[in-house]
């Protein structure tokens, strides 16, 4: 299962993200976000390339749709595998997203997010004012990216359940929140351990600080791995 796991290189610099990487060998895919990407560019993404990792670039575009296809477009020469913008672009972004990236020899898989992990329920209603219930909202967000002709979407473990049985199987699902039960909540509102991510339908699960701030990294995420190993 090690293989359904994404460690983000939450750090400011390249030079910390080398440390990293460095320090967990074993891990295979890594996610690259804004802090880091506009730190570094390129270089961060050249370097996992060279070392055959797999790449989640997460920049959440989110924008009118021609600037989000050229986006897309742009971020093909980095040959990525997983590559994100926010559902809440609307239908025609997300559309042009597909289209910009559907004849690339090697196009990434483009994931909406449906709603940001850090947004609880009350946040959605009072200051999004946004009249439906979370999951309700977390749904319809992943539904049109589904329609859209989008891979998969980025989603709280807590939709993921649903999603997987609106979505399909093929329908690829991202996990962020995911917190073993020894580790704390951090500024997460809507989590869940691997196991549970996984048995609810998951593809994958992203895994942050839990592994990359342990004492001991390398003995955290073969302790995370073991648990869903023994327990799926």
Not at 57 to 75: E, Q, W, Y
Request: glycine share 6%; with cysteine.
């Amino acid at each position: 299962m090690s293989h359904k796991i994404i460690v983000p290189l939450d750090v400011p610099t390249l030079e910390d993200a080398k440390t990293l990487v460095e320090k967990l060998p074993q891990v295979s895919f890594w996610k690259v976000g804004l802090e880091l990407f506009v730190s570094t560019g390129a270089d961060i993404l050249q370097y996992l390339k060279d070392r055959d990792k797999k790449i989640f670039l997460d920049l959440k575009f989110h924008d009118i749709p021609n600037t989000v296809a050229g986006a897309c477009r742009s971020a093909l020469i980095y040959e990525v595998d997983l590559l994100t913008l926010h559902a809440t672009a609307g239908r025609k972004a997300l559309e042009a997203a597909v289209a910009a990236v559907k004849d690339a020899k090697k196009p990434p898989q483009l994931l909406a997010i449906s709603l940001l992990t850090s947004i609880d329920s009350r946040s959605l209603a009072f200051d999004l004012k946004v009249p439906l219930e979370l999951p309700e909202y977390a749904l319809n967000m992943a539904m049109l990216a589904k329609e859209s002709g989008l891979n998969g979407a980025v989603c709280s473990p807590q939709e993921v359940s649903k999603l997987r049985e609106v979505c399909g199987q093929d329908f690829t699902l991202v996990c962020p929140g995911i917190r073993p039960s020894w580790s704390v909540k951090g500024d997460q509102s809507r989590i869940a351990t691997p196991k549970d991510a996984i048995t609810q339908g998951a593809s994958y699960l992203v895994i942050g600080r839990p592994i990359t701030a342990a004492d001991k990294p390398a003995e955290a995420w073969e302790r995370i791995c073991q648990e869903i190993d023994d327990e799926g």
